[in-house]
């Protein structure tokens, strides 16, 4: 699946089972009890989902909710926020703020994931659908088998994590070291310019001939699949 959720979490037993469910279920988890530190992490980690608490330390989960939406980077990441504040008001107010869902303490695990899934099929289909298609490059995630119109590509592991990556995110911008973080993994050693030659033997399987080439390297700012690329 490859789906990062940023948890944002103060009361430390819930933050570890949330982590222990959401890794069981395939997912990458970052956690923080901080709202500065979610904010921070926020723009470091560039989570698919927030899994939003209401009741945090210093700056609020409504105060995080309205600062994500006010920034065009942020303004389309799904958030689910979860809060012992049950009341109608409560629950209009989180969706006002901008919340994709609401969900009361307590909850059942099988519920909370539910909702991830129907909130991540929604908004972002891609991270949700075992078939992803990005112009003539189709990924089936349940075969691990992805091809170009007619023709079957052959890839690496890194090569289709990598891919697999920016297909989640066509036309968004990664810097070598959020795609390090992201395709490897943050507690993984690895030189930011070995992006750069997974890259090109990406590039090298996914182009013959006069083909175009759907990687878009941006000066100084890293790699994305060009928007232009499915037209």
Request: glycine share 6%; aromatic share 6%; with cysteine.
């Amino acid at each position: 699946m490859n789906t990062t959720v940023l948890v944002v979490e103060d009361e430390e037993a819930l933050a570890t089972l949330l982590r222990y469910n959401l890794e069981k279920e395939g997912y990458t988890v970052v956690t923080t009890g901080d709202g500065e530190e979610a904010d921070m992490l926020v723009r470091e980690v560039n989570p698919d989902l927030v899994l939003l608490d209401w009741m945090l330390p210093g700056i609020s989960g409504i105060e995080l909710c309205r600062r994500f939406r006010a920034r065009s980077e942020t303004r389309n990441l799904p958030i689910v926020m979860i809060t012992a504040r049950g009341e109608e008001a409560d629950r209009i107010r989180g969706l006002d703020t901008g919340a994709d869902d609401y969900i009361t303490k307590p909850f059942s695990t099988t519920e909370l994931l539910a909702r991830l899934r129907a909130v991540l099929r929604r908004i972002r289909p891609a991270l949700a659908e075992d078939i992803v298609t990005f112009g003539e490059v189709v990924m089936d995630r349940s075969a691990h088998r992805v091809r170009r119109g007619d023709r079957e590509i052959h890839l690496g592991p890194t090569e289709y994590r990598l891919l697999e990556h920016l297909m989640q995110h066509p036309g968004r911008v990664f810097t070598r070291e959020q795609l390090l973080d992201s395709v490897w993994g943050s507690n993984v050693y690895v030189e930011a310019r070995t992006v750069d030659v997974h890259i090109g033997r990406l590039r090298k399987a996914l182009v013959r001939g006069d083909e175009k080439d759907p990687i878009r390297t941006v000066r100084a700012a890293g790699y994305s699949l060009d928007e232009q690329f499915p037209n």
